[in-house]
């Protein structure tokens, strides 16, 4: 039976078998090459020089913290190796990139990862910040109604509070006695002083003053030149006299009602011009310094969304508000259109410039406690931990007053995932707690065997044994990690897959 005369179906199995077991006998015969060129290793042989540049640069053995892999930093040994978890050569940590806190990323990780780094700068930098605020009257436009004569109201005109009034226009009526009296004395006067204007008559100066000095009164009390020409004119005094409003504007507060009688010196009226508002805002106490008069003020209100007022801090008030603990600022607005009303919340963005200051980008900052780090980038994939001191933040920066000069190179991008490598690795020191030295710690209690008997023997980790197991040959202990209870070590230290500290295994190390 030939291949041709095979169906088909059986011809291409058997091709295929055919070419599965040629490609299986040729992995076996350059098996020692293919895995070579797998892991990147060129198969020609290197000279010494060559091998040098491929191993990574190390300090000398003595200054060797431990060994680590790139791949997973939580794996850590005192000798050269493979990584248990990933078989790479395990690379060395010197103890002062241990000290620094320096982390190795290989470039394939912080791709995956999505490091990205920004360069320190230095520049103009602008501050802003937030406030709220609410619209006011203008103070400035406040104008009473008052009387300087006692009375009654016998027709009140304006009787709403909030009513927009006109200058000049009359607000009430009202009879006065005092009032009456004195224009009956302007008439009498002014009859006397036209009886006198007879050609040689001595007494005419005289009656003229008297005149005068009537109509003079009229004026202190509240009339008007119209108004006693209207007397004069009539040649009898009013039983009522109106009131007119001296200013325009709306009735903001009113108290006083048809009828009622009204004493000198009584506010009745009180009227507020809007054509000019005021907006007081509450600064913060901490953003208090950056505030000044003539300072740039961006004005928002929920009630016009689509509008923005641009003006300026008119006025910082020299006192702060007990409870709250923040100044306030005053903004004057326009009003025309009358869109602006008292009451109103307002938001209010202030903008301060700090001049040139060294800025770093906010997404950079990493966030430990009393501390505040960034990920200098040292190139060939380390990053150093570097603690700073940052001010103020402006749209994404911070003004670093120390720890960094303009020109270095930070991680902003992946950020926690370094920082979190470096406090599994190397970077103890910036994440915990300061710890008491050595010389400050508690002394071991005192011995309590006679001074002829010899010091027992301790094991490692292991309470002290009485005189009569000291002699017994004490086991090596073995440590196991909790979570991988195949890890194995003889010392003390961290679990080479999850980075847990290693615990005595339990029924080792006993007699």
């Not at 395990?90 to 982390?103: N, R």
């Not at 150093?384 to 991680?411: C, F, I, K, S, T």
């Not at 710890?435 to 490692?460: D, G, I, M, Y």
Request: neutral net charge; charged residues 20%.
């Amino acid at each position: 039976m030939t291949l041709s005369s095979l169906p088909s179906r059986n011809r291409s199995r058997l091709i295929s078998l055919a070419l599965a077991a040629l490609v299986i006998a040729l992995g076996l015969v350059f098996r020692a090459p293919l895995r070579l060129w797998f892991a990147g290793v060129d198969d020609k042989p290197m000279s010494a020089g060559d091998l040098a540049k491929t191993q990574p640069s190390a300090a000398p053995t003595g200054d060797i913290d431990h060994y680590t892999c790139s791949m997973h930093p939580s794996v850590k040994q005192a000798e050269p190796g493979k990584c248990p978890i990933c078989g790479m050569d395990l690379i060395p940590i010197s103890k002062q990139q241990q000290a620094d806190g320096v982390v190795l990323i290989d470039e394939g990780r912080r791709q995956l990862i999505g490091v990205r780094t920004s360069v320190v700068s230095e520049g103009p930098l602008q501050s802003s910040f937030h406030a709220l605020g609410r619209v006011a009257y203008d103070e400035s436009a406040f104008t009473d109604v008052n009387l300087k004569v006692r009375g009654w109201i016998s027709k009140l005109l304006v009787n709403e509070t909030g009513q927009r009034v006109t200058r000049g226009q009359t607000l009430f009526l009202m009879y006065s006695p005092e009032l009456y009296s004195a224009e009956q004395d302007f008439l009498l006067a002014n009859r006397g002083a036209g009886a006198g204007s007879v050609p040689g008559d001595a007494g005419a100066p005289r009656a003229l003053s008297f005149a005068n000095a009537a109509r003079r009164r009229l004026n202190l009390l509240g009339l008007s030149d119209a108004q006693i020409d209207a007397v004069s004119a009539k040649g009898e005094p009013q039983e009522s006299t109106a009131i007119f409003s001296p200013a325009s504007g709306f009735i903001i507060e009113k108290n006083v009602v048809e009828g009622a009688s009204v004493e000198a010196g009584m506010r009745l009226f009180r009227i507020a011009a809007l054509n000019k508002v005021w907006v007081e805002a509450d600064v913060y106490e901490a953003d208090l310094a950056h505030v000044h008069v003539g300072q740039h003020a961006h004005v928002t209100l929920d009630y016009l969304p689509e509008r923005a007022y641009d003006a300026r801090v008119s006025y910082v008030y020299p006192y702060l508000e007990a409870g709250a603990r923040t100044g306030r600022v005053r903004i004057a607005l326009a009003n025309q259109a009358l869109e602006l009303r008292p009451g109103m919340y307002a938001k209010v963005e202030l903008e301060s410039e700090l001049g040139s200051r060294v800025q770093v980008p906010a997404s950079a900052i990493v966030y430990t406690g009393p501390r505040r780090l960034v990920f200098v980038d040292l190139g060939a994939g380390r990053f150093r931990p570097q603690e700073v001191h940052v001010g103020r933040e402006a749209d994404g920066q911070y003004e670093v007053l120390d720890g960094l000069q303009a020109g270095e190179r930070v991680a902003t991008s992946g950020v926690f995932l370094i920082a979190a490598e470096a406090r599994i690795s190397t970077a103890a020191k910036y994440w915990d707690n300061d710890v008491a030295p050595e010389s400050s710690l508690p002394s071991p209690a005192p011995s309590r065997l006679p001074s002829s008997s010899p010091p027992p023997a301790v094991a490692p980790h292991r309470p002290p044994r009485s005189n009569a197991s000291a002699a017994t040959p004490v086991p090596q202990i073995q440590f196991t990690c909790p979570m991988h209870p195949a890890v194995r070590q003889a010392a003390p230290g961290k679990c080479p897959i999850c980075g847990m500290d290693l615990q005595p295994a339990p029924g080792d190390g006993k007699p």
